[in-house]
């Protein structure tokens, strides 16, 4: 398994452990279609990581069954399987006593590639994920700070090119603004690579922000509703949902959508706020109010106004 | 310095030193035309066979506790039996043990080698252990979830990451069996201990110096030679930290 993403389905799977009443993850059913994103959302105990880790077997089950581009993760051998799956946790796991490009390597090493393909895979992967091949090669990973070691996370989870891809809230561990940071790098590198990619998180404007598709799951593993990110917060499917993706979900809409989606008012008059075409209008707002102003200018990349957005336009929207 | 464990006959001491200096005459604290004399025939001898003692005591003890400490980390119940064999050879004192041993093994080298090898057991086997399950669990599971067989995780992660704990048993052990093996000349005329035994019934203190003074400095090499070849073998743990 390697090369061109693929698609994911879970077909009515459910994972007990012995000795408990409650199951982990109920008859759950999605397909994650090649490429895209899918986020795991929910509250503790919903099974979330549970049933992530189904899909490289780090968890067996034993009731349905999940394919990966149409083959089931059952009739591959373990360690294969494993192999052809990027993995990436919270905690990392670089190994200590490898160099940056030894750790990066370990599939590829796994899998025979000879040493200078290997090379150049490394620093192919040390570049996509922005940290200068030359510098970091050689270091260990007590010489990278927290969001550099998982920037080589990722480059390891990606090294022999897997079309599949588990992430177990790998940016909670990192303050806030590296989060946001590799949480862009993420979502830019996805763009290059396309993945399927299975992320499992317990904040829901992460999910939000990286998702194509978001699965809440509640207590028990049941899920609660599976679908775009912009879905889920005009129509969420019962209590549960709106009481988890929280009051603010007009506000949290507004973060789904770009003021180059708006019709500008025509300019009139000097208004001192401006804001590309590209600023979330979650982010608009907030500089309104900020600024205790009732519009702002959209200017386009020379930084030339182009027209004008106002607040009640804003407010018009998130109906 | 009167009185050692073996001038308790209460007999007093007239030593002889034969024809010598007068530094050896008076039996003063050390004296270098002994040493130069004494070298070659007595003294580099017994170093050599100090060298061979240890060496070979802690070569076995190692690859006993590191087959044990494998087989321990893989199956627990293994632990606590050998855990509890290896202490109890511990507690023994020298001089018990080789009265245990000598009706079976005789005055023999390998008396002196199985004693050696057992009080090397307890620190070599745990330090492995530990060392073994020292391993971050968020390591283990990337490892496993990468696609890892047991195999490779144990030789290719387990291992290498018990290598400092590994290091810090071996300097423990070496030290330790080079201070013992001196009791060896007890059993058989072998080792730095017996020149010191030989010395110790005539009280000669040349001669004491210079072998206690050898036993302590191959120690101080010893240990420097392990913590060189620990640095060598494990850049990844000495590597500058990130402030």
């Given at each position: 398994m390697s090369g061109a993403a693929a698609e994911i389905v879970f077909d009515r799977v459910t994972k007990r452990y012995p000795g408990r009443a409650e199951a982990a993850v109920s008859d759950l059913s999605l397909t994650v279609p090649a490429g895209e994103i899918c986020c795991l959302v929910g509250p503790s105990g919903a099974g979330k990581t549970t049933a992530m880790k189904l899909v490289n077997r780090l968890i067996d089950?034993?009731?349905?069954?999940?394919?990966?581009?149409?083959?089931?993760?059952?009739?591959?051998?373990?360690?294969?399987?494993?192999?052809?799956?990027?993995?990436?946790?919270?905690?990392?796991?670089?190994?200590?006593?490898?160099?940056?490009?030894?750790?990066?390597?370990?599939?590829?090493r796994l899998r025979g590639w000879e040493k200078g393909r290997t090379r150049l895979r490394v620093d192919e992967l040390l570049d996509l994920v922005d940290l200068p091949a030359e510098d970091y090669r050689a270091r260990f990973p007590s010489q990278l700070s927290g969001g550099e070691r998982q920037r080589v996370g990722l480059a390891r989870a990606l090294a022999a090119d897997p079309p599949a891809m588990l992430m177990d809230e790998p940016f909670g561990a990192l303050d806030p603004i590296t989060r946001a940071r590799l949480q862009h790098e993420l979502l830019r590198i996805q763009g290059a690579v396309r993945k399927t990619i299975i992320f499992v998180t317990h904040d829901i404007d992460e999910a939000i922000l990286l998702a194509d598709r978001i699965a809440i799951l509640r207590e028990g593993g049941v899920l609660a509703q599976y679908d775009t990110p912009a879905r889920i917060l005009e129509h969420p499917a019962d209590d549960f949902v709106e009481r988890f993706i929280g009051s603010d979900r007009g506000i949290k809409l507004l973060s789904l959508r770009r003021l180059d989606e708006l019709e500008l008012a025509p300019l009139d008059g000097a208004i001192d706020l401006r804001a590309s075409g590209d600023t979330t209008m979650r982010d608009a707002l907030s500089q309104m109010i900020t600024h205790g102003s009732r519009s702002l200018v959209v200017v386009d990349s020379e930084g030339q106004p182009r027209g004008v957005v106002t607040l009640d336009a804003l407010a018009a929207l998130a109906e | 310095m009167s009185g050692g464990l073996l001038l308790a006959q209460g007999e007093p001491i007239i030593p002889d030193?034969?024809?010598?200096?007068?530094?050896?005459?008076?039996?003063?604290?050390?004296?270098?035309?002994?040493?130069?004399?004494?070298?070659?025939?007595?003294?580099?001898?017994?170093?050599?066979?100090?060298?061979?003692?240890?060496?070979?005591?802690?070569?076995?003890?190692?690859?006993?506790?590191?087959?044990?400490?494998?087989?321990?980390?893989?199956?627990?119940?293994?632990?606590?039996?050998?855990?509890?064999?290896?202490?109890?050879?511990?507690?023994?004192?020298?001089?018990?043990?080789?009265?245990?041993?000598?009706?079976?093994?005789?005055?023999?080298?390998?008396?002196?080698?199985?004693?050696?090898?057992?009080?090397?057991?307890?620190?070599?086997?745990?330090?492995?252990?530990?060392?073994?399950?020292?391993?971050?669990?968020?390591?283990?599971?990337?490892?496993?979830?990468?696609?890892?067989?047991?195999?490779?995780?144990?030789?290719?992660?387990?291992?290498?990451?018990?290598?400092?704990?590994?290091f810090a048993g071996l300097r423990v052990a070496v030290v330790s069996t080079i201070a013992l093996a001196t009791v060896a000349a007890l059993v058989i005329p072998y080792g730095l201990g017996y020149p010191i035994f030989l010395a110790l019934r005539e009280a000669f203190k040349t001669e004491i110096v210079v072998a206690g003074g050898l036993a302590v400095l191959m120690a101080l090499v010893a240990d420097a030679l392990l913590v060189a070849a620990q640095r060598a073998l494990t850049p990844w743990a000495s590597a500058r930290r990130l402030a």
């Amino acid at each position: 398994m390697s090369g061109a993403a693929a698609e994911i389905v879970f077909d009515r799977v459910t994972k007990r452990y012995p000795g408990r009443a409650e199951a982990a993850v109920s008859d759950l059913s999605l397909t994650v279609p090649a490429g895209e994103i899918c986020c795991l959302v929910g509250p503790s105990g919903a099974g979330k990581t549970t049933a992530m880790k189904l899909v490289n077997r780090l968890i067996d089950f034993e009731e349905g069954d999940i394919t990966i581009g149409g083959e089931s993760v059952r009739s591959l051998d373990l360690t294969e399987l494993r192999r052809g799956i990027g993995y990436v946790i919270q905690q990392v796991g670089l190994f200590p006593h490898m160099t940056v490009a030894e750790n990066i390597s370990t599939v590829p090493r796994l899998r025979g590639w000879e040493k200078g393909r290997t090379r150049l895979r490394v620093d192919e992967l040390l570049d996509l994920v922005d940290l200068p091949a030359e510098d970091y090669r050689a270091r260990f990973p007590s010489q990278l700070s927290g969001g550099e070691r998982q920037r080589v996370g990722l480059a390891r989870a990606l090294a022999a090119d897997p079309p599949a891809m588990l992430m177990d809230e790998p940016f909670g561990a990192l303050d806030p603004i590296t989060r946001a940071r590799l949480q862009h790098e993420l979502l830019r590198i996805q763009g290059a690579v396309r993945k399927t990619i299975i992320f499992v998180t317990h904040d829901i404007d992460e999910a939000i922000l990286l998702a194509d598709r978001i699965a809440i799951l509640r207590e028990g593993g049941v899920l609660a509703q599976y679908d775009t990110p912009a879905r889920i917060l005009e129509h969420p499917a019962d209590d549960f949902v709106e009481r988890f993706i929280g009051s603010d979900r007009g506000i949290k809409l507004l973060s789904l959508r770009r003021l180059d989606e708006l019709e500008l008012a025509p300019l009139d008059g000097a208004i001192d706020l401006r804001a590309s075409g590209d600023t979330t209008m979650r982010d608009a707002l907030s500089q309104m109010i900020t600024h205790g102003s009732r519009s702002l200018v959209v200017v386009d990349s020379e930084g030339q106004p182009r027209g004008v957005v106002t607040l009640d336009a804003l407010a018009a929207l998130a109906e | 310095m009167s009185g050692g464990l073996l001038l308790a006959q209460g007999e007093p001491i007239i030593p002889d030193f034969g024809e010598g200096s007068d530094c050896v005459v008076e039996n003063r604290f050390f004296c270098p035309d002994w040493v130069r004399d004494n070298w070659a025939g007595v003294i580099q001898p017994a170093l050599l066979q100090h060298v061979k003692l240890v060496v070979i005591a802690v070569a076995i003890g190692f690859v006993l506790s590191f087959a044990a400490a494998l087989v321990a980390h893989r199956y627990r119940l293994v632990e606590a039996p050998f855990t509890a064999f290896s202490a109890v050879v511990y507690t023994i004192p020298s001089l018990a043990l080789f009265q245990l041993l000598v009706p079976v093994t005789g005055l023999t080298v390998t008396t002196v080698e199985i004693a050696l090898v057992g009080y090397t057991l307890l620190i070599l086997f745990r330090n492995t252990l530990e060392g073994l399950r020292s391993v971050p669990p968020d390591v283990l599971e990337a490892a496993r979830g990468m696609g890892y067989t047991r195999g490779q995780t144990l030789w290719r992660v387990e291992l290498p990451l018990a290598v400092p704990a590994m290091f810090a048993g071996l300097r423990v052990a070496v030290v330790s069996t080079i201070a013992l093996a001196t009791v060896a000349a007890l059993v058989i005329p072998y080792g730095l201990g017996y020149p010191i035994f030989l010395a110790l019934r005539e009280a000669f203190k040349t001669e004491i110096v210079v072998a206690g003074g050898l036993a302590v400095l191959m120690a101080l090499v010893a240990d420097a030679l392990l913590v060189a070849a620990q640095r060598a073998l494990t850049p990844w743990a000495s590597a500058r930290r990130l402030a």
